[in-house]
């Protein structure tokens, strides 16, 4: 669980992240290129289950308390 920032590090190259929510409709997107590292303020997000989605096809789950 996280309540404020999400901060991604990757070995690899991210080129673009993705936040869905539950119902999977997309409230965030950003295409960054060429960095391994980015943090997301997500302090205006409701409280919920959002997934999140990297370029190379990682996803992981984000809870906001």
Known sequence: PTENQIHIQSEGLIESIQINDITGRTIYRNNIEGITEFTIDITAFASGIYSLIINN??????VRE
């Open 57 to 62: 096809h990682l996803e992981g789950k984000v």
